[in-house]
């Protein structure tokens, strides 16, 4: 008798999988505006079905100007919904839900980036291309500015935890609604402050997500803004003593960096492996007599590098955040928080609207400020709790990768989280490996591009915007890794990344590289062909 009702069950199981698939999706896209209308909270502005290959614009201008494209071709057959949920009587999020045709049963969260604010189509692009139902939001505000943090509070807890976590409740229930059933596993992806809300969401809300894929997560995120300000005192205006070109930077001192430690791994090849191994001299480059001092350095300057690269403690003399790993000169990011003259925008902003307030001179910050936002720490945004245990003990998977050349997030940052969530818990690594993997991507400067074998499916530009089935493949595609290890149980031992010709997949491979699981290294035999994944191995 049990056998036969279970037999039955089984047989409607699969009819409903059946009509999930088969029902009619045009009727049921005009009808989720009013269906989702009684969701507590919610505004729903329109639904419609859009096909896949349509280039959306979208018009925002607060957040066209803050980079985010401003368009997305998409990848899939969809109903898109956009929507807006109030947050609190002085807040709220705009999102979107991308409902593919193809559902495979699964829910996806985006994050955002920098002080953002805005959402991030690419992801939504990604994620519904593959098949996932995807939602994404503003983080409370639109636009790069912290400035709509002053005096608002509410907005800020936005920004720091509320926004993904109401994302993801509001975009499960639409989704549920949309397609009759609920999701089966449900999982995140970003990078930057998308890393650090994806953990924030392991952290403190373990049951959102079966699965996280996030990289070079802003985790002690206080202390990361002030970090950027030390620069600034470090190097100051472009008239101080101690000022540092961004020719300078990327000519002079990366070559020298390479000339001391790229051969430590035994290839010369313009990657450093394991830049922890690369202790730094910049005093190789103090202008001697005679020398040209178009190739030299000031000893004032090359103490200034010497402090770039060293760690930042705090008056008690506590460490507040990691050095840098060099590698990373010739990058974007040189002109960013380098060689700015003033202290970064995050910086500013944060302590102009959210630590202090906007008559506040930045240039002078100092040990004391920063230390004084670090106490503040608003809403717990530091990010950094050790004991993971509820998402471990609900099977939740989480993987971090971190660009050993990313100078805006420092890759031993994430080093120190890890360690710190071991210790915290009492694992050793092999245990660490049950639910969180931490990959450490050679060359790779900031969630991507860089020198590096950099693309390994962590987002669209890193499958060159090309869904074919190799870039999905889960052995060099860290999204679909994700999911193969939640929903089959085979977790990624490394990663395979790969550096195209002129980062052109038209162009041909020109190495690939498999990227190890911390705390394992990357090592070269020494004999092989250095561009093929074969002659490395982890160690
Ligand atoms: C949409 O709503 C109409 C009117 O309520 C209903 O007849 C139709 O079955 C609904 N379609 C779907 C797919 O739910
Ligand atoms: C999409 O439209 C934008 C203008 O809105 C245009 O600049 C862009 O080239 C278009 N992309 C494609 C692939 O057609
Ligand atoms: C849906 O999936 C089927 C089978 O996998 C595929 O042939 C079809 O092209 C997909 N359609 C869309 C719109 O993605
Ligand atoms: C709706 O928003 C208010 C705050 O504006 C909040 O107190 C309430 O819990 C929300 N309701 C739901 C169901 O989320
Ligand atoms: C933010 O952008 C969304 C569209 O993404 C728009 O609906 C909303 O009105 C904007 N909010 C503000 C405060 O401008
Ligand atoms: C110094 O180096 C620069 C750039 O490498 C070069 O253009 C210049 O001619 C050199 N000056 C002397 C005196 O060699
Ligand atoms: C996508 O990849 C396929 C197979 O490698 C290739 O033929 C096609 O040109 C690529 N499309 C784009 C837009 O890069």
């Known amino acids: 008798?049990?056998?036969?009702?279970?037999?039955?069950?089984?047989?409607?199981?699969?009819?409903?999988?059946?009509?999930?698939?088969?029902?009619?999706?045009?009727?049921?896209?005009?009808?989720?505006?009013?269906?989702?209308?009684?969701?507590?909270?919610t505004t729903i502005f329109f639904s419609e079905v859009v096909p896949a290959g349509t280039n959306l614009s979208f018009d925002n201008p607060t957040c066209d100007a803050t980079g985010v494209a401003s368009f997305q071709v998409t990848l899939a057959d969809m109903c898109r919904v956009a929507l807006s949920v109030s947050t609190s009587d002085q807040s709220g999020i705009a999102m979107e839900a991308w409902l593919p045709r193809n559902w495979t049963g699964r829910f996806l969260s985006t994050g955002n980036g920098g002080l953002g604010g805005c959402i991030q189509y690419a992801d939504m692009a990604y994620g519904a291309g593959l098949g996932f139902a995807t939602v994404g939001a503003n983080n409370g505000h639109n636009g790069s500015s912290g400035q709509p943090f002053f005096d608002h509070p509410e907005v800020l807890a936005d920004y720091v935890f509320r926004s993904v976590h109401t994302n993801v409740l509001v975009g499960e229930e639409i989704t549920k609604m949309f397609y009759g059933s609920p999701h089966r596993f449900s999982?995140?992806?970003?990078?930057?402050?998308?890393?650090?809300?994806?953990?924030?969401?392991?952290?403190?809300?373990?049951?959102?997500?079966?699965?996280?894929?996030?990289?070079?997560?802003?985790?002690?995120?206080?202390n990361l803004m002030s970090y950027f300000g030390r620069y600034f005192n470090i190097l100051g205006t472009p008239d101080s003593p101690s000022f540092i070109t961004a020719d300078q930077w990327s000519n002079l001192i990366h070559e020298n960096v390479l000339?001391?430690?790229?051969?430590i791994d035994g290839v010369a090849d313009g990657i450093i492996e394991d830049p922890s191994l690369c202790d730094y001299k910049p005093e190789e480059l103090?202008?001697?007599?005679?020398?040209?001092?178009?190739?030299?350095?000031?000893?004032t300057q090359a103490a200034a590098v010497r402090q770039?690269?060293?760690?930042?403690?705090?008056?008690?003399?506590?460490?507040?955040?990691?050095?840098?790993?060099?590698?990373?000169?010739?990058?974007?990011?040189?002109?960013?928080?380098?060689?700015?003259?003033?202290?970064?925008?995050?910086?500013?902003?944060?302590?102009h609207y959210v630590v202090f307030d906007p008559s506040f001179d930045v240039t002078k910050l100092d040990l004391?400020?920063?230390?004084?936002?670090?106490?503040?720490?608003?809403?717990?945004?530091?990010?950094?709790?050790?004991?993971?245990?509820?998402?471990?003990?609900?099977?939740?998977?989480?993987?971090?990768?971190?660009?050993?050349?990313?100078?805006?997030?420092?890759?031993?940052?994430?080093?120190?989280?890890?360690?710190?969530?071991?210790?915290?818990?009492?694992?050793?690594?092999?245990?660490?490996?049950?639910?969180?993997?931490?990959?450490?991507?050679?060359?790779?400067?900031?969630?991507?591009?860089?020198?590096?074998?950099?693309?390994?499916?962590?987002?669209?530009?890193?499958?060159?915007g090309n869904l074919t089935a190799e870039n999905l493949n889960p052995d060099r595609n860290a999204l679909t890794a994700l999911v193969r290890w939640v929903e089959e149980g085979?977790?990624?031992?490394?990663?395979?990344?790969?550096?195209?010709?002129?980062?052109?997949?038209?162009?041909?491979?020109?190495f690939s590289r498999r990227h190890?699981?911390?705390?394992?290294?990357?090592?070269?035999?020494?004999?092989?062909?250095?561009?093929?994944?074969?002659s490395w191995s982890c160690q």
Not at 195 to 210: I, L, N
Not at 330 to 350: A, K, M, N, Q, R
């Open 1 to 41: 008798m049990l056998g036969k009702f279970l037999f039955l069950q089984t047989i409607l199981l699969w009819l409903s999988g059946i009509y999930a698939t088969s029902f009619d999706f045009d009727s049921a896209c005009d009808n989720i505006t009013s269906q989702a209308a009684s969701i507590a909270n």
């Open 308 to 351: 770039v690269f060293s760690p930042m403690y705090d008056l008690r003399g506590n460490l507040m955040f990691p050095k840098l790993r060099p590698g990373g000169e010739d990058t974007v990011y040189v002109e960013l928080i380098f060689t700015g003259g003033t202290p970064v925008s995050f910086t500013s902003d944060w302590f």
């Open 490 to 510: 085979i977790a990624p031992d490394t990663l395979l990344g790969t550096k195209y010709v002129n980062d052109t997949p038209e162009l041909g491979v020109e």
């Open 187 to 222: 999982y995140y992806f970003g990078c930057s402050t998308g890393g650090r809300q994806g953990f924030k969401s392991v952290q403190d809300f373990p049951d959102d997500f079966d699965g996280v894929l996030v990289g070079s997560p802003g985790l002690n995120y206080n």
């Open 286 to 299: 103090i202008c001697i007599p005679g020398s040209n001092s178009s190739d030299c350095l000031t000893a």
């Open 259 to 263: 000339k001391q430690c790229d051969a």
């Open 368 to 464: 004391a400020d920063y230390q004084h936002a670090e106490d503040l720490n608003p809403f717990n945004i530091a990010t950094f709790k050790g004991d993971l245990s509820a998402f471990r003990s609900r099977n939740g998977k989480v993987m971090v990768y971190h660009g050993q050349a990313d100078i805006l997030g420092s890759p031993v940052e994430t080093e120190l989280y890890y360690n710190h969530v071991a210790r915290t818990m009492g694992l050793p690594p092999t245990k660490m490996d049950d639910f969180m993997r931490f990959f450490r991507i050679s060359g790779m400067s900031h969630c991507v591009t860089g020198d590096g074998a950099w693309q390994f499916g962590q987002n669209l530009l890193a499958v060159g």
């Open 516 to 534: 190890c699981r911390y705390p394992l290294r990357n090592t070269y035999d020494r004999t092989g062909d250095s561009t093929v994944p074969e």
